[in-house]
């Protein structure tokens, strides 16, 4: 006990001492569809992912903006993870009271990552429902998937309670797929009759978005990734008979470099499939990640796992997309900041995180008898993400204009304040729709506005398992396909010597919609109630929450954005 005598606080952990929530505000109500298979016995083991607070955080805010902002002398120093780690770290105090306090419970089988800032550890049920008063481990079951959470809110002791943001691996539960088959029989009927479909393929996206055939990536040190977070997994003899049928006309790669985590056993999921075959002809010859189900215990959070395996590889693809999303009213506070600052840290680093923004439109929230609110997804609200919308072609049967899918999710985050990149472009949008905005109580004008630019999102062909399946729609198609195009891009910046996009929007912001494809025409979906409804948003010239700034002109953005 003697080294406990060196700090001034008292450090004996007793469980008689007062402990406290870290996450007051995290929604622990378990979904109806997920079946209570019990308490799980005292014996059994979970694994717990402890996020102690970090340092500097401020500055490496600062630092984010000073190297993604094209202006600035520091534009594209990137830091290295050694150089993020060495500003984050937590103090040794927090790192020496977070171990002593687990070490008192007996928990010493903890994993750390190259960062510092956190810890992953193993325990009993037993032990982890005596570490966190409150928490009682039950085992959830959906379809074939088991998980094991806490059905209560967990508490920390008072002396370690300012040195943790939170425990990941008691409340969150893995999302369920967003990809949506959304064809009414009657269109689909009506379309086959007339026997003209123009369902959206690689060679349909090159075109609309300029991509000659020579646009394919060069550089040998180039990659980009898709992190999927569902029990789902792609299947390399789809996506190879993918490029079979649909990459003809252009070079490209016909299998992923490198899967971390597990590929499951079973059948290929649409949402994976989708991701992969057109992030890989879209940003075509360049090599490809898959990061796949991360979560490999049954406590642990997948999507958390992927943000805690970016802060423990120091070589990671340049771009990643994703199209988790959770309410942001689920989350506490405390989990969505924590996460917003391992954005930056990505951001810092040089790496582009793409999110798709959604397929509720602007969501909706019941709040009380005849009051509804729109409802901000996160992360697609992080102000250090960039989000992608999605849009329909106005004329089905051709290659045309965009309009809004009514899908696209969009609105202003209740959470995160509205960045300074973004304000001219939002006030502009507020001030110029006025007269048609939804009513002022249905969202928060001074939270961070999203998406941010936008993509295809409507009518795909997929393969999955051998078949190519039509209709498949949602922006976890359209987050890809920009991710494809960002990092061609990327491409010929590391061609010509120059660092990686990295945090793109200081800089997207800045071209003001130039180089973009601006999507002025449709409103997507909101509150079914008498004052709003079912209408959200409304896409409008430059800038608006539906369709963000609008589609990729592929060659005028890549000069735009080798320019400065
Ligand atoms: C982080 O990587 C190191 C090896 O570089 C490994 O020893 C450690 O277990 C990893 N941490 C986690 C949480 O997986
Ligand atoms: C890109 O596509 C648009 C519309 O399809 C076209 O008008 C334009 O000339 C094309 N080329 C460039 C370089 O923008
Ligand atoms: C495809 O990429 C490789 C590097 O990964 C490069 O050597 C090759 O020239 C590229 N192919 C084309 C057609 O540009
Ligand atoms: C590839 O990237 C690594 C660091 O990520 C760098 O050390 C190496 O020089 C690069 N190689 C080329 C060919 O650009
Ligand atoms: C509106 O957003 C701000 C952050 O920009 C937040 O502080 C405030 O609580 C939000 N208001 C509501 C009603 O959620």
């Not at 805010?61 to 830091?79: C, F, I, M, Y």
């Not at 370690?160 to 088959?181: C, I, N, S, T």
């Not at 299998?255 to 992969?276: F, M, N």
Request: glycine content about 8%.
């Amino acid at each position: 006990m003697h080294a406990l005598l060196t700090f001034s606080i008292p450090l004996l952990f007793s469980s008689l001492a007062w402990s406290g929530y870290l996450e007051p505000d995290q929604d622990v109500l378990i979904q109806d569809d997920w079946t209570d298979a019990g308490r799980v016995h005292s014996t059994g083991e979970l694994e717990l992912t402890f996020a102690l607070k970090q340092q500097n955080t401020d500055l490496l805010e600062r630092t984010l903006k000073l190297v993604s902002d094209p202006d600035s002398a520091q534009n594209g120093k990137h830091l290295t993870l050694e150089e993020v780690s060495s500003l984050v770290r937590p103090s040794e105090l927090t790192q020496k009271v977070v171990r002593r306090w687990l070490q008192s419970h007996g928990v010493t089988n903890c994993l750390t990552v190259r960062t510092g800032d956190f810890l992953q550890c193993s325990m009993t049920a037993e032990v982890a429902e005596t570490l966190l008063p409150g928490s009682r481990f039950h085992r959830y079951i959906r379809d074939d998937l088991s998980v094991v959470r806490s059905s209560a809110p967990y508490s920390v002791h008072d002396d370690v309670h300012q040195h943790l943001d939170f425990v990941g691996g008691l409340h969150r539960l893995p999302p369920k797929g967003q990809v949506l088959r959304k064809a009414t029989p009657n269109r689909k009927q009506k379309w086959s009759r007339m026997g003209v479909h123009l369902g959206v393929t690689p060679s349909i996206l090159r075109a609309r978005y300029n991509l000659t055939a020579t646009d394919v990536g060069t550089a040998q040190n180039n990659s980009q990734a898709v992190a999927q977070f569902l029990e789902q997994y792609y299947n390399p003899a789809d996506l190879a008979e993918f490029m079979g049928m649909y990459g003809r006309n252009f070079k490209h790669f016909s299998k992923v470099d490198r899967v971390i985590g597990t590929q499951g056993a079973g059948k290929a999921g649409l949402e994976a499939s989708l991701d992969v075959e057109y992030i890989m002809s879209t940003g075509a010859n360049i090599s490809t990640w898959v990061f796949t189900n991360q979560g490999r215990h049954e406590t642990q959070e997948p999507f958390l796992q992927w943000m805690v395996l970016l802060s423990n590889m120091s070589d990671l693809p340049w771009v990643h997309t994703t199209s988790y999303g959770d309410d942001e009213d689920s989350l506490s506070t405390a989990y969505m900041m924590r996460i917003n600052t391992e954005f930056m840290k990505a951001g810092v680093r040089g790496l582009s995180l793409l999110f798709a923004s959604g397929d509720s439109g602007a969501g909706c929230k019941h709040l009380d008898k005849d009051q509804n609110t729109f409802r901000p997804s996160f992360p697609a609200s992080s102000p250090y993400v960039t989000t992608v919308g999605g849009t329909s072609f106005k004329n089905p049967f051709k290659i045309t204009d965009e309009i809004t899918d009514y899908i696209s999710g969009g609105g202003f985050s209740n959470v995160f304040k509205m960045p300074d990149y973004q304000a001219s472009a939002v006030e502009g949008y507020l001030k110029t729709e006025a007269a048609s905005l939804p009513p002022l109580s249905y969202f928060n004008t001074s939270g961070r506005a999203y998406p941010d630019l936008a993509a295809l999102s409507d009518n795909y062909w997929v393969v999955i398992n051998r078949v190519p399946v039509p209709w498949v729609s949602g922006t976890s198609a359209s987050t890809p396909v920009v991710g494809g195009v960002l990092s061609l891009i990327n491409d010929q910046r590391l061609l010509k010597g120059r660092p990686a996009l990295g945090f793109l929007n200081p800089r997207l912001y800045k071209l003001k919609g130039q180089a973009l494809f601006d999507v002025t025409e449709g409103c997507h979906l909101s509150c079914l109630d008498e004052l709003v409804q079912g209408k959200g948003f409304c896409a409008a010239p430059s800038w608006d929450p539906v369709t963000g700034w609008g589609t990729p002109n592929y060659p005028a953005l890549l000069a735009a954005l080798l320019a400065e």
